[in-house]
Each structure stands twice: as C-alpha cells, then as structure tokens.
Nanobody, 123 residues
Framework: QVQLVESGGGLVQPGGSLRLSCAASGTIFRIYWMGWYRQAPGKSRELVAVISSGGRTTYADSVKGRFTISRDGAKNTVYLQMNSLKPEDTAVYYC?????????????????WGQGTQVTVSS
C-alpha cells in the first residue's frame, strides 16, 4: 500500500506561483497513476490534474496553461507547478494515487489520498 505526503502549500498573491510536492512510499511508484484534487470551502472536490504511469497528463479546463503536473521516478515524487494563481485557486490540495486509470474517471475516486495542503491566493 502506498503512503502520500504533500508539501509546498502556503499563501501567495494573485499572479504568483507555488509548487506542490507529493512523496510516495510503500509501493512500486512507477506503476501508479497520480493525481491532484482540490476542495474549496462549500464546494465539491475537483480533479485538477492527472499523470499516467507513462507520463501522459490531463488537466481540468480551469487550470490548463497555468498548472503542470510531473513525476520523478527516482525520487518517487509527483509535483504540481502552479503559475498565474488566482483567488479561485484557493483550496486544500490533495495528492492521490491508484494503479487503475479508471479510478480517475468521472464518478470514481482513487484509493489513496494524502493529508492535504492548504493553498491560499490572496492579496
């Protein structure tokens, strides 16, 4: 079973950047699909970005062109680079993992979640 630990959240001004990191342990990292979700107060959970075991990426329309998901197999770590941040990006961001791609399809959820890291975009 995989364990996930996120880091890198914080307070940033609109237009700024943050990089979230997610360190995975306890399993064969390279076979897992990895993704980032976010949840803002009073809103439902949103899938932000997904990266396949082979490196293929998918993004929510709301973050396309601003966010980049990547993975480093040597470090068992997945990243979310967030640029041109907006106040509406404020949320708790969760790192997730699952060996099955279909778990990231609509109506389904991956099996493993990190504890979450707060991102606040405000002046």
């Amino acid at each position: 079973q995989v364990q996930l630990v996120e880091s890198g959240g914080g307070l940033v001004q609109p237009g700024g950047s943050l990089r979230l990191s997610c360190a995975a342990s306890g399993t064969i990292f390279r076979i897992y699909w990895m993704g980032w979700y976010r949840q803002a107060p009073g809103k439902s959970r949103e899938l932000v970005a997904v990266i396949s075991s082979g490196g293929r990426t998918t993004y929510a329309d709301s973050v396309k062109g601003r966010f980049t998901i990547s993975r480093d197999g040597a470090k068992n770590t997945v990243y979310l680079q967030m640029n041109s941040l907006k106040p509406e990006d404020t949320a708790v961001y969760y790192c997730t993992a699952d060996p099955d791609a279909w778990k990231y399809s609509s109506g389904n959820y991956p099996s493993t979640w990190g504890q979450g890291t707060q991102v606040t975009v405000s002046s």
